[in-house]
């Protein structure tokens, strides 16, 4: 079984709709975090969170939202989805002592029309 | 600012040709830098990692060289294979005494290496 999981793996919305995608991770990781991966542009972190009760913004997190319900569960929220939304996005997690060691999932298609 | 880019954004090599992925880097502030494959349809993989204090690591059919004084990163891959297409990231972990516990790896945009057979 995968270490990280991430549902849906393919979701196409209508803009204002709100949308939940998931992540499950089964390695014991206290951080996690998403990124979003658009062509050209590479990985930018949307949110990343070190604990359950430490959640932290990373660079494009406007329009987006987190609830890391335990320690294996992070989920990431488009409150109102718009077009400009659609992407690739990732949850990952790391140990601490080596948190630059990632371990991704298989990624999440997003499309909003 | 901080950036880490790469020289070129595409590769094509023959399938058992070395192949050589270069990274440039402006933060001297980081005590990791990484390489990361990505396979289309899958997530960012690990691959390896290089500590400041040296200049080279091998591992399983790959080398990873650091060159400080002119802030370079390059991803050695001996004897290619069509397994190696992939997209590969470079990325730098910044210190602690530099970003403190909020460290947050700082990403390439990737070269995209395709192995002819």
């Known amino acids: 079984d995968a270490d990280v999981t991430q549902t849906p793996r393919n979701r196409i919305t209508k803009t204002g709709k709100r949308i939940m995608l998931e992540c499950s991770q089964t390695k014991g990781h206290d951080r996690m975090y998403w990124y979003r991966q658009d062509p050209g542009l590479g990985l930018r972190l949307i949110y990343y969170s070190f604990d359950v009760k430490d959640i932290n913004k990373g660079e494009i997190s406007d329009g987006y939202s987190v609830s890391r319900q335990a320690q294996a569960k992070f989920s990431l929220s488009l409150e109102s989805a718009i077009p400009n939304q659609t992407a690739l996005y990732f949850c990952?997690?790391?140990?601490?002592?080596?948190?630059?060691?990632?371990?991704f999932g298989p990624g999440t298609r997003l499309t909003v029309t | 600012g901080e950036s880490v880019g790469l020289h070129l954004p595409t590769l094509s090599v023959q399938e058992g040709d070395n192949s050589i992925i270069n990274c440039a880097y402006s933060n001297s502030a980081s005590d990791y830098f990484i390489w990361y494959k990505q396979e289309s349809g899958k997530g960012p993989q690990f691959i390896i990692d290089i500590r400041s204090n040296m200049d080279k690591r091998q591992g399983q059919r790959v080398t990873v060289l650091l060159n400080k004084t002119v802030k370079h990163l390059s991803l050695q891959i001996a004897a290619t294979q069509p397994g190696d297409s992939a997209v590969y990231f470079c990325a730098e972990n910044p210190a602690y005494y530099n970003a403190g516990n909020n460290r947050k790896l700082i990403w390439g945009l990737g070269t995209s290496l395709a192995v002819n057979p």
């Open positions: 990952a997690t790391s140990d601490p002592r080596r948190q630059w060691e990632q371990y």
